[in-house]
């Protein structure tokens, strides 16, 4: 290969690994403090000409901050469903963070493809489905991770708030206990709720919102519960210590059930798997013969073809060995 173009795909890959980096550095800790130092500036300035000073500086310091994020909202499909699943992560990451980490994959994936003498079309192909693929893989992980976590300390934040409420502690009162001592994504989720109701929402408009963003059962029957009670009265440490009972044995449902699917899991994994563990292995004891599927346009297609089948053989597969309680 020429030295120019493999100069300019070099650069090309680094840009794209800066804009990765970038996207997942964070702010910088100095243009915080400046802007935390002047907001506490601007709090205790006493002249009109100060506080118009301070507005019309946050205005531009929003509009700097979202800059990114409008012209991902416009370019990314379905921008809202988008940010929701990134608020379920519970990591302070934007659209805009998201769109130049997919660009930046997108455009370092096609670079290396490159490099290994690929054609530039399939490069491409390759890069655009990677770019998409992968933050959206690493986006579900983060959620299902975080729902484990919460589904896992649920049931004992449930008897926090009943041993509470038996010891004569307001509701909202609990919600506050709850936020400060369990750790983790419960204790995340009870602070937005209690911050909430801080500043004015109502409980139930509050415990609504994060159930819309968590999107579980277990928090939703919470919600429920909590609203049932309201309205018709009753013991709530009664009703909430079996709920969190219940709680307790649809999780021993869950893992009996894993348990017994999980040796049609493996077989699924070992079928899915099979036809690319006997590419990479013919690949590697004749890597001209089966190199024909990255050169020949008839190949190229056919191969295309049959991964579309095999997907769609491992979607039914994984259909068939899911379950829902």
Avoid at 41 to 59: C, F, L, P, T, W
Avoid at 100 to 126: H, N, R
């Amino acid at each position: 290969m020429p030295i120019m173009p493999m100069i300019m795909m070099t650069v090309g890959a680094l840009a794209a690994l800066l804009l990765v980096f970038v996207a997942f550095s964070g702010p910088s800790t100095s243009k915080a403090l400046s802007r935390r130092l002047s907001s506490a500036k601007d709090r205790h300035a006493s002249s009109a000409s100060a506080s118009i000073e301070a507005q019309m500086r946050k205005a531009i310091s929003a509009r700097q901050t979202t800059k990114m994020d409008s012209v991902a909202s416009q370019i990314l499909p379905n921008p809202a469903l988008l940010k929701q699943r990134i608020g379920r992560t519970g990591k302070a990451w934007t659209l805009g963070q998201y769109g130049v980490a997919s660009l930046g994959l997108a455009i370092g994936t096609a670079m290396l493809a490159m490099l290994q003498g690929l054609p530039w079309a399939l490069s491409v192909l390759i890069g655009v489905m990677l770019g998409l693929a992968i933050p959206h893989m690493t986006i579900s992980y983060l959620i299902k991770k975080r729902i484990n976590a919460f589904t896992a300390r649920f049931p004992d934040a449930i008897e926090l708030l009943v041993r509470g409420l038996r010891a004569g502690l307001p509701i909202s009162e609990t919600l506050n206990v709850v936020a400060k001592e369990i750790p983790g994504p419960v204790g995340e989720e009870f602070s937005t709720v209690a911050d909430k109701i801080r500043i004015g929402r109502t409980m139930e408009a509050a415990l609504q919102d994060v159930a819309d963003k968590l999107n579980t059962p277990e928090f939703q029957f919470f919600v429920i519960t909590l609203a049932i009670q309201r309205e018709t009265g009753g013991n709530l440490a009664e009703t909430l210590s079996n709920l969190a009972d219940v709680l307790r044995k649809r999780a021993q449902m869950k893992l009996k059930i894993k348990a017994m699917s999980s040796e049609s899991k493996a077989s699924a994994y070992i079928v899915g798997s099979l036809p690319f563990l006997v590419f990479a292995l013919i690949y590697v004891q004749s890597p001209g013969y089966m190199g024909q599927f990255f050169t020949d346009q008839r190949l190229i297609i056919a191969g295309l073809g049959g991964l579309t089948w095999m997907g769609i053989g491992s979607a039914i597969m994984a259909k068939m060995v899911s379950f829902e309680i």
